[in-house]
């Protein structure tokens, strides 16, 4: 049988920390050899690619300046949120783990977020309507088959967040328990 256990968000946003993030140094150092990789080397003002974790220890001890994902600038956020209301049969192509990367930098870098409210009104915006659409196939899922759902251009694999895929993994682990005890228990009758 399947495993249903969903993640913690405190698990997800864990994971996250893996996302690569852009720092400018503010120390010199020697490339780190470290279990998750190497990383560096570190000069002055010269920007490099880390894991957000680091970042974000560097950014606790003063050693560094971190650059958003391009992706979290207000508007740009804003402009996929309107797409995301606007094409209601299609996820929009966001970041994996944006839901957990935009919590954990406001928690932790409140003040190089942007300033706007507007950036966390539309975050909620998105994953509402993404968990609205998402909702919307498997309702079609249990009226349809497979096929002509997806035809009509929603694509789990590659549109789906983290979160969201974590969010139905306990759906989808528990239907194919049903569907495999569905084919299996006509095989145990005959015997």
Known sequence: MFQSQNLTHEELEHISQDTSVQIIPLFEAPRLFLISGEFGPFHPNVTINVPLWLALALK???SCTIFLQPWFQTDKVGRCCMREKRDKNKLQLVPFHYVETAHTVSKYLKEDMPKEVKLQSYLDDIISVRQNKIRELFCRLTRTDVDSVLAKGHKLNQE???????????????????????????????N
């Open 160 to 190: 789906t967040s983290g979160l969201e895929l974590n969010m139905i993994r306990s759906f989808v682990c528990s239907s194919m328990d049903s569907l495999n005890t569905f084919f299996l228990e006509p095989e145990v009758i005959e």
């Open 60 to 62: 606790k001890r003063g």
